[in-house]
């Protein structure tokens, strides 16, 4: 009991804990589900996150703060039913999966209030943990604050069989690592700030966790602003990196340190066999003395760049050792998946890109690429469906970042032109890599399966205050072989029934059109439901609409030339 | 589309005049700040029908208008909100919702959001005290209710303190604080 009482006390003088609470709580784990259809109700709602006064206005999907863990099964064909119920408009941006530009969630697929979407894609992506997030250009920042995302778990064949831990919430956990400044009345401050005052782990203030006495998985995500996490234990000890971004490395990387910067994840084993019961241990942020660029390493602990936690060690997540489980898993596997990865003479194609601006000082522009600031419409590169192209990003820049790309997962190929330079932690599939002041960074992707000239994806450092500063381009992929229509004739089509109360059905005159999207919208304009690429032989559940009159618009696939019919509701 | 390009900045609006107003009311007669000539002042909250933060306020609406109405400063509350974007927010939504929640004073809709901008109002709720002064409407206070939206009990109320003061000829001691809640969508930005 005593070792407790002396490691809470020095957590005092080494770290600032939220205002009151001089204790721990009990970290929170997201809800689940599995399946093949998953309802996300997306809300305004309040959480008592500071013990006294009043509470926090947050966002929670299904909930009050984050979304519940979805489980996909690779190969399976999922179906999202979004229903946006705040008070301002979103997007919900499916990170790291592979799927159609038009179901991606990002700054174009824009869900207003009150709207319902349903995009649905095949699981391509192998075993791994991903996260889907708001992604509304220059909303990011402030919808991310306010506690909008969640966690993808996607299971397959081979990572079934492996011996690892699997049982979530008792020796596999998510844990996504946040932190937060409040103002006086105890709200979320979202403007003029990079960094959090106050560590949020699962949304859970000072939180701790019981662990069982045997090796756990650790699924870490950092869903910060700007901070960056270089991770370890409070002894120090060894643990081990068993995947990256997209998914399982190919045999496990022994570690006593991972950075995890912004957007990424990363799957750690921990073996707490050799500690006793009722013992603790620290998963800490050693993010003191780092070089310059880290983010979080600024040395003002105010302002807009200023943090009590910046450039200090602080505890993420305090871990209390518990009972082992039956049929716990005791040893560390030797070998994990078996990854084919991309090298850098795959390539056909490469690209370099820069990151530029962002100067301290007033009238200095913002963060860009390449002095490109984002702007919706422009398409700002073009890729060939099949396309395997090897992207360099390079910062010569005044701060470190994070760059990110949509669709793909990437292997990084070389650091500063140096294939040895590639850190065994960061060997396997990424979406997501860091770029450190002065360093170049190169990876390789293929970009195949889907290609869309209209829906663009997007590639931008995930630091969500630069991304919403313009830090970000967008591109499409174009199959080449595909031939332009002739006629640009809107698609004809007839609805039935109409009057209709449950299910309304899309009859297309032409049976060889296809349709891209179909909204609905109110008379007075207002969307209230988005169907993109719609599987219509079922026909559209309209039960939630209210009684009255409606337009469906239809899009068609080949022309996205528009056509419109009105419907009575009943 | 509610929402992109804001960034809600706090403009200072403590000694500024209200120039008299008329917006319609769902449940009574239409309310003109011309026709109250004897009033000494105005307790006055922004809010609406939807969101979550504004809805814990609505008993102590009722509330603060008992108590205070009594003693010559009403409360009108005042809708902002685009019923474009949110349906339930037109004229007959404010109807249901005022008979629903009792409303003992006026719920007024602010279609063109003209009064919202004047008060340079930020969420629902956003509260507001004018005062009377030498034939002229000032704003003596503007920012939240209150310190506690799901706890009333805990709850410090700063409209409360700062009608208190003025009705007995004292300076509002704290005539800011910072409203928290729904962010309202100015059509055109």
């Known amino acids: ?570 | 589309m509610a929402s992109a390009n804001r960034k809600p900045t706090v403009v200072h609006v403590i000694g500024n005049e209200v120039k008299p107003f008329s917006l319609r009311n769902c449940n009574g007669k239409d309310f003109s700040l011309a026709d109250y000539r004897d009033t000494k002042g105005f307790i006055l909250v922004f809010t609406c029908n939807h969101c979550p933060f504004a809805k814990l306020y609505m008993q102590r609406l009722n509330e603060m208008n008992a108590k205070y109405k009594s003693l010559g400063v009403p409360l009108i509350a005042i809708n902002p909100m685009d019923s474009n974007i949110y349906e339930e927010e037109t004229l007959a939504g404010m109807q249901s919702w005022a008979r629903e929640k009792k409303f003992n004073f006026p719920y007024l809709q602010d279609a063109s959001q003209d009064i919202a901008r004047m008060f340079h109002a930020t969420h629902t709720p956003d509260a507001f005290v004018i005062w009377k002064k030498g034939g002229k409407w000032i704003i003596r206070y503007s920012g939240a209710i209150d310190d506690n939206g799901e706890k009333p009990a805990q709850a410090h109320s700063f409209i409360g303190l700062a009608v208190d003061q003025l009705l007995s000829g004292k300076m509002v001691s704290k005539p800011e604080t910072l409203s928290f809640g729904c962010a309202i969508s100015y059509r055109g930005g």
């Open chain 1, 1 to 570: 009991m005593r070792k407790i009482y002396c490691l809470r006390l020095v957590l005092v003088l080494l770290a600032p804990l939220t205002p009151i609470h001089a204790q721990y709580k009990n970290l929170w784990i997201p809800d689940t589900i599995s399946g093949k259809t998953f309802n996300l109700n997306i809300r305004d709602t309040f959480s008592q996150l500071i013990s006294t006064g009043n509470q926090t206005i947050t966002g929670g999907i299904n909930g009050k703060f984050w979304g519940p863990t979805l489980f996909f099964q690779k190969g399976d064909t999922v179906h999202l039913n979004v229903h946006s119920f705040l008070n301002d408009s979103t997007t919900l941006h499916w990170h790291g999966m592979h799927l159609p530009a038009v179901m991606d969630g990002g700054p174009h697929q824009i869900i207003p209030p009150g709207t319902v979407w349903q995009p649905y894609w095949k699981v391509n992506n192998q075993a791994g943990t991903f996260w889907y997030h708001p992604h509304l250009h220059e909303m990011t920042t402030e919808q991310l604050i306010k506690g909008i995302g969640g966690f993808i778990i996607v299971r397959d064949s081979l990572e079934s069989t492996l011996p690892l831990p699997r049982k979530y919430g008792v020796d596999d956990l998510p844990i996504v690592l946040t932190s937060r400044k409040y103002d006086a009345n105890n709200q979320f401050i979202t403007t003029n700030t990079a960094y959090g005052d106050y560590m949020l782990t699962n949304g859970t203030p000072n939180a701790q966790v019981s662990l069982p006495k045997q090796i756990v998985r650790l699924r870490l995500l950092n869903a910060e602003t700007e901070r960056g996490y270089n991770l370890g234990f409070s002894d120090n000890r060894t643990f081990y990196i068993i995947g990256n971004d997209g998914g399982l490395l190919n045999a496990p990387v022994a570690v006593t340190r991972v950075k995890l910067l912004v957007g990424e994840r990363v799957e750690i084993l921990v073996n707490l066999s050799g500690d006793a019961i009722g013992s603790s241990i620290d998963l800490k942020a050693f993010n003191s003395g780092q070089a310059f660029g880290f983010p979080g390493g600024e040395p003002n602990s105010t302002g807009q760049f200023g943090s009590l936690l910046n450039n200090i060690d602080f505890g993420v997540l305090h871990i209390n050792v518990a009972a082992t489980t039956t049929n716990p898993i005791t040893s560390i596997p030797t070998v994990l998946a078996n990854n084919t990865y991309w090298t850098a003479t795959d390539a056909t194609v490469s690209r370099a890109i820069s990151i530029t601006d962002g100067q301290p000082g007033p009238g200095n522009p913002p963060f860009a690429l390449d002095h490109t600031p984002f702007v919706l419409s422009y398409i700002n590169k073009t890729v060939d469906l099949n396309a395997i192209e090897k992207w360099t990003v390079t910062n010569n820049n005044v701060f470190g970042h994070t760059f990110h790309i949509h669709d793909v997962q990437f292997k990084i190929v070389a650091r500063n032109g140096n294939a040895a330079a590639v850190g065994a932690y960061e060997s396997g599939w990424k979406d997501v890599m860091s770029v450190p002041v002065n360093e170049s960074v190169s990876f390789v992707a293929k970009f195949e399966d889907y290609a869309d000239a209209l829906h663009p994806y997007m590639y931008h450092c995930h630091f969500s205050n630069h991304e919403d500063g313009g830090m970000m381009g967008q591109f499409t992929v174009n199959n080449p072989a595909s031939v332009n229509p002739v006629s640009a004739k809107p698609i004809d089509f007839a609805i039935m029934p109409n009057p209709a109360m449950d299910r309304l059905y899309v009859q297309l005159a032409d049976q060889a059109n296809s349709v891209y999207y179909l909204t609905i919208v109110t008379i007075t304009g207002r969307t209230v439901l988005m169907l993109p690429q719609p599987q219509l032989a079922h026909g559209i559940d309209i039960s939630f609409l209210k009684p009255g009159n409606y337009l469906i618009q239809v899009m068609d696939e080949k022309t996205k030339s528009l056509s419109t019919r009105s419907f009575i509701k009943q």
